[in-house]
């Protein structure tokens, strides 16, 4: 027989972790409640634009004292899309990727799209930042609408955009961190709209870019024993199936992208950590050992370092 006393042990920590679930709950949706209408039906139009508009134009990207010039062309036709990225600097280097059915929407997209979510009654997004229009501005010769995206937590980094006024497609975007910090910046110097593709510079090296199905490997490089990362920031979802036994996993939060690879080494591995930071994309390495296998396991992406940091040290063998 269970006693009321012993019943108590068990009854009143769920209802302590129940209302603690109802409170967190409530927060959540007065966040929601609180998201700026305007700035999300931004954000929805912003996620819609690359599938419905052909363009061609010049892009400046800043990152310190670096600077590139990218020449971009973007085709919408028969149910795809196609684009072509040239660099007008450095290298002169390409990037193709010809026939991406409109109809398949990335994980990505999908977040982006608040006004959705807030709709089936979740907060997405708006439940890992607060978005607000700021005003006016020019960009190429365009009117554009000015949108500031800050993160609630200390986990990610924040964004300020500027989004063309009649299309929704983004014009500028400055990534920052806190304190305001601007650490790259992204800007079309000039854009047309149109399926007329205007002369493309020829480049001597081009890269196709691939599209795999999300349901298909991700890698083809293997591990020896499936892994997990077990701890991810608030709103970041894997972008691609995974059984665990590929060489890499991506992660999304609709805005900041980034991958942990992980390499088995079969000697040991000096222990330490790397980093590298150009712009908003860090790339952070650390030597470490999971039970009794040396491994090697590098975060790319755009986050702060101390998400990097904790995405490594939450690794670990799938049982």
Same mark, same amino acid.
């Given at each position: 027989? =269970?006693?009321?006393?012993?019943?108590?042990?068990? =009854?009143?920590?769920?209802?302590?972790?129940?209302?603690?679930?109802?409170?967190?709950?409530?927060?959540?949706?007065?966040?929601?409640? +609180?998201?700026?209408? =305007?700035?999300?039906?931004?954000?929805? +139009?912003?996620?819609?634009?690359? &599938?419905? $508009?052909?363009? $061609?134009?010049?892009?400046?990207?800043?990152?310190? #004292?670096?600077?590139?010039?990218?020449?971009? %062309?973007?085709?919408?036709?028969?149910?795809?899309?196609?684009?072509?990225?040239?660099?007008?600097?450095?290298?002169?280097?390409?990037?193709?990727? +010809?026939?991406?059915?409109? /109809?398949?929407?990335?994980?990505?997209?999908?977040?982006? &799209?608040? %006004?959705?979510?807030?709709?089936?009654?979740?907060?997405?997004?708006?439940?890992?930042?607060?978005?607000?229009?700021?005003?006016? /501005?020019?960009?190429?010769?365009?009117?554009?609408?000015?949108?500031?995206?800050?993160? &609630? #937590?200390?986990? &990610?980094?924040?964004?300020?955009?500027?989004?063309?006024?009649?299309?929704?497609?983004?014009?500028?975007?400055?990534?920052?961190?806190?304190?305001?910090?601007?650490?790259? +910046?992204?800007?079309?110097?000039?854009? %047309?709209?149109?399926?007329?593709?205007?002369?493309?510079?020829?480049? #001597?090296?081009? $890269? /196709?870019?691939?599209?795999?199905?999300?349901a298909h490997g991700n890698d083809v490089r293997r591990v020896m024993r499936p892994w997990r990362v077990s701890w991810l920031p608030r709103g970041f979802t894997l972008t691609d199936a995974s059984d665990g036994e590929s060489g890499r996993q991506s992660f999304t939060d609709g805005l900041a992208v980034f991958s942990v690879f992980l390499e088995n080494f079969d000697r040991e591995i000096r222990a330490g950590e790397g980093v590298v930071r150009e712009g908003g994309t860090l790339s952070y390495t650390r030597g470490m050992r999971l039970g009794d296998q040396p491994v090697l396991v590098t975060v790319?992406? /755009?986050?702060?370092?101390?998400?990097?940091?904790?995405?490594?040290?939450?690794?670990?063998?799938?049982?």
């Amino acid at each position: 027989m =269970v006693t009321p006393i012993r019943l108590s042990v068990f =009854v009143y920590p769920l209802l302590g972790a129940l209302l603690l679930a109802l409170s967190a709950a409530v927060n959540a949706v007065d966040s929601c409640a +609180k998201a700026d209408a =305007v700035a999300v039906s931004w954000l929805d +139009k912003m996620s819609h634009s690359v &599938r419905r $508009h052909s363009y $061609h134009g010049v892009v400046t990207l800043q990152r310190g #004292d670096d600077m590139q010039v990218i020449q971009v %062309s973007h085709l919408v036709k028969r149910g795809a899309s196609s684009e072509r990225l040239i660099q007008l600097t450095g290298q002169g280097a390409g990037v193709s990727r +010809k026939a991406h059915p409109l /109809e398949c929407v990335h994980p990505g997209h999908q977040l982006l &799209r608040v %006004s959705e979510e807030l709709q089936a009654g979740r907060c997405g997004l708006a439940e890992q930042y607060q978005f607000r229009v700021d005003g006016a /501005e020019r960009i190429a010769g365009r009117p554009a609408v000015k949108i500031t995206v800050e993160p &609630r #937590d200390m986990y &990610r980094y924040g964004y300020r955009l500027a989004l063309d006024r009649e299309t929704g497609l983004l014009l500028k975007t400055e990534t920052f961190a806190q304190g305001g910090k601007v650490l790259e +910046k992204f800007q079309y110097a000039n854009l %047309s709209y149109g399926d007329s593709v205007p002369g493309t510079t020829e480049v #001597d090296i081009v $890269h /196709e870019a691939a599209h795999p199905h999300p349901a298909h490997g991700n890698d083809v490089r293997r591990v020896m024993r499936p892994w997990r990362v077990s701890w991810l920031p608030r709103g970041f979802t894997l972008t691609d199936a995974s059984d665990g036994e590929s060489g890499r996993q991506s992660f999304t939060d609709g805005l900041a992208v980034f991958s942990v690879f992980l390499e088995n080494f079969d000697r040991e591995i000096r222990a330490g950590e790397g980093v590298v930071r150009e712009g908003g994309t860090l790339s952070y390495t650390r030597g470490m050992r999971l039970g009794d296998q040396p491994v090697l396991v590098t975060v790319i992406g /755009e986050v702060p370092i101390n998400t990097a940091r904790m995405v490594a040290d939450s690794l670990s063998w799938m049982e």
